[in-house]
């Protein structure tokens, strides 16, 4: 199934959990050497998994050296517990003794093509999270265009009182409110919009959502002839490759030279896109130059390192500044546009620091599964990378759910347009951005690296 260095490359993917993210995809390049990967099991029983998963990591896991070689499959229930447990136990770790990497998982081939290549996921299609440290204000982040809660009502700021009756503080003290979600395709909720009376959806059923990968962008006319361009982006998918050349057509046309991208509820993608967006917004104040590195372990250095350098796209701007709108839930192939285009224009981040994910995964298919181990790391033009405590946050401001994401009274969006006006952020007091239900929800590592790809990427329920 896998036999060429050229199909590895194109399942090389930027992907983070819990507050974070998710991806899937290629990074591009690469050199004219050739690679086996380990074969796939010709039959699927539950020792054969495990013996695939442990041989592909020990040939492609980051920090394959500190796996020691009696490892014992029968020690593990399933593949998905070895990758697990093993890059648990033996990968690297903080100093505080920490693991380090929560990323390597295994998970489901369809759910993983569909999301990637269509665009698609089934759920509610909303995004969620609790407003306080007691987790009893349920605040609704955004919902998806088309999807079973933007018909049933749902917006973002919205209270989420109850769900089929039950109280939500009651739900999360007992299964979780994630939990809940999972086990029910059909759900009642009872709403406080931000004004006026509480409201009962009826019944909503899970359907297939169709991700917007670009739910807003626009030229914001910041007087005396400047224009300012403003774009959000959802997550990383090739669906977005084609919308890019028509936001970045009008900013050129517009002389566009300071853009916004608000990049704060997106966890991450896939790296060409991530490599796409760089090229218009890098490809001609930085043609030819280096976007990124990305580096293997020492048994794949030589076949695998390479630099990505930006090319000018008919589009490309002269970008001179750049605010990205960021979250403690922003990761993976958000930080590394972010990072690689530090070297070359001026970069604000705006909001808070980013989560920290300067590592990615390749993608490896087996028994309609697909194995995500931790196998490169990146870095930018300066050698710039490690950022696992995030990338720092220049201008903080509140994420306030009663305004709308790229509303010009958006906290991010006055801290962004402030800064391009006058070189400095503004003077705000803002609290703290561990709002994201990343950090609150007390579900384990195991549980967040078992998410399907539109958990990951977009918290999206």
């Known amino acids: 199934m896998f036999g060429s260095e050229n199909q590895i490359r194109k399942l090389i993917c930027l992907i983070a959990f819990a507050g974070l993210t998710a991806c899937g995809g290629s990074s591009g390049g690469g050199g004219n050497t050739s690679v086996a990967p380990p074969e796939p099991p010709a039959a699927c029983s539950n020792d054969a998994q495990k013996q695939f998963v442990l041989q592909a990591l020990y040939d492609w896991y980051l920090w394959n050296d500190l796996l020691p070689s009696d490892i014992n499959i029968s020690s593990y229930s399933s593949p998905e517990e070895l990758v697990i447990s093993v890059t648990t136990e033996f990968g690297p770790q903080d100093s505080n003794g920490d693991p380090i990497d929560f990323f390597s998982s295994v998970g489901s081939l369809d759910a993983d093509q569909q999301f990637f ?24 982040t955004r919902t998806f265009a088309d999807s079973p809660a933007d018909i049933g009502g749902l917006a973002r700021g919205q209270r989420v009182i109850s769900l089929n009756g039950r109280a939500v503080n009651d739900i999360q003290n007992a299964e979780g409110v994630g939990d809940f979600f999972d086990a029910n395709d059909s759900i009642d909720f009872e709403v406080q919009p931000v004004l006026g009376v509480a409201f009962q959806t009826g019944a909503l ?16 006319d910041a007087g005396n002839g400047r224009n300012v361009g403003y774009m959000e982006l959802s997550t990383f998918i090739s669906t977005a490759d084609p919308e890019f050349d028509v936001v970045f057509g009008a900013f050129a046309l517009a002389n566009v030279t300071d853009v916004i991208i608000d990049l704060r509820y997106n966890g991450g993608g896939l790296v060409n896109t991530a490599e796409l967006l760089g090229d218009y917004l890098g490809g001609l104040v930085a043609e030819n130059l280096v976007f990124s590195n990305t580096e293997f372990n020492a048994d794949r250095a030589a076949q695998f390192n390479e630099s990505e350098f930006l090319e000018r796209r008919g589009n490309s701007i002269g970008l001179s500044r750049l605010a990205v709108i960021a979250s403690r839930g922003t990761a993976s192939a958000s930080e590394l546009v972010t990072n690689s285009m530090i070297p070359h224009v001026d970069v604000v981040i705006v909001g808070d620091r980013t989560f920290g994910k300067p590592v990615g995964q390749i993608g490896l298919e087996f028994c309609e599964k697909i194995l995500r181990p931790t196998s490169f790391r990146t870095t930018n033009a300066l050698g710039d990378g490690d950022y696992f405590d995030g990338l720092p946050v220049d201008c903080e401001a509140a994420d306030d759910l009663s305004v709308a994401v790229g509303d010009p009274q958006d906290p991010n969006m006055v801290a962004a347009m402030t800064y391009f006006d006058t070189g400095a952020c503004p003077v705000v007091a803002v609290q703290s951005q561990d709002q994201f239900k990343g950090v609150r929800q007390n579900r384990s590592p195991e549980r967040e690296r078992q998410r399907p790809p539109h958990r990951e990427l977009l918290d999206a329920y």
């Open 117 to 140: 290549g269509e665009g698609k996921f089934e759920g509610f299609g909303f995004s969620w999270r609790f407003e306080d440290p007691e987790e009893t204000d349920f605040r609704i």
């Open 205 to 220: 059923d899970k359907a297939i959502v169709t991700i917007p990968p670009i739910p807003k962008w626009e030229v914001i």
